[in-house]
């Protein structure tokens, strides 16, 4: 008990100055209970500024790695979005290609492959009916930060291959795997002293006096094969076999 009590007096909570009791004592008295400690001022503008910055990154980055990044692709072409289908987006490209060609402009080479590249981006995004319905969406909807990329994803990195020849693919994959599974165990069994054993074994049952007639020489060579064939094809009915298909 003593031990107790003096351990208790070495750990147990401090008691309270006098000064600060009576400031938790007039806090309580109030009603306002104890009080919070206030955060600090750098710690508070640094975690306003940071759900700031999460709450604008989608906006501010959404225009530039999607499309044609800031820019307009209509405008790149230079054609109307109401009027523009796949033979003026054809058309536009092909002249403002060869316009702004690079080895067109070799005294302004650096903008001409600036303008060369932003056209042949935009003629990639209007050229596709995917992609530009998804990009006229994004015209229409700019402030959908989130479903605008969503759909620039799944418009561009789309797989191109049908859905029924990537199935196709896969069972081919799969049945030439198989295939080679089952020929690799087909010819480690045929090269094992289990199957020489047995082979053997069907060679004594076909000799008319047993060991000794087949260290003799009973069977002939002709005859050893059409026994093993027979063996052969008897274990390839068998399913617990590794000649069984």
């Not at 008990?1 to 003096?6: K, L, P």
């Not at 015209?139 to 049908?162: G, I, K």
């Not at 196709?168 to 599974?181: A, D, N, R, S």
């Amino acid at each position: 008990q003593v031990a107790r009590g003096i351990s208790r007096v070495q750990f147990g909570p401090r008691p309270l100055s006098g000064a600060t009791a009576r400031r938790r004592t007039a806090g309580q008295s109030s009603g306002g209970g104890v009080r919070s400690p206030r955060r600090s001022g750098p710690m508070l503008f640094l975690r306003r500024l940071f759900l700031t910055a999460a709450i604008l990154a989608p906006a501010c980055f959404a225009r530039a790695d999607m499309y044609c990044g800031k820019g307009n692709c209509y405008d790149i072409l230079g054609v109307e979005r109401a009027s523009a289908d796949a033979g003026s987006i054809k058309k536009a490209y092909r002249k403002l290609s060869l316009q702004w060609h690079p080895d067109k402009n070799p005294d302004n080479k650096a903008e001409a492959t600036e303008k060369f590249q932003q056209i042949a981006a935009a003629y990639e995004v209007l050229s596709d009916e995917t992609v530009k319905d998804a990009y006229d969406y994004f015209l229409d909807h700019p402030e959908e930060h989130m479903y605008n990329r969503m759909r620039y994803y799944r418009a561009v990195y789309q797989p191109q291959t049908p859905l029924w020849a990537v199935l196709l693919g896969m069972l081919l994959v799969g049945t030439c795997f198989q295939y080679y599974h089952y020929d690799e165990r087909a010819k480690a069994f045929l090269a094992s002293p289990l199957f020489k054993l047995l082979v053997e074994d069907e060679y004594l049952r076909n000799c008319v006096h047993g060991r000794h007639g087949y260290q003799t020489g009973e069977l002939t060579p002709e005859r050893k094969v059409e026994i093993k064939a027979a063996f052969m094809e008897r274990l390839a009915e068998d399913a617990d076999c590794p000649l069984h298909m």
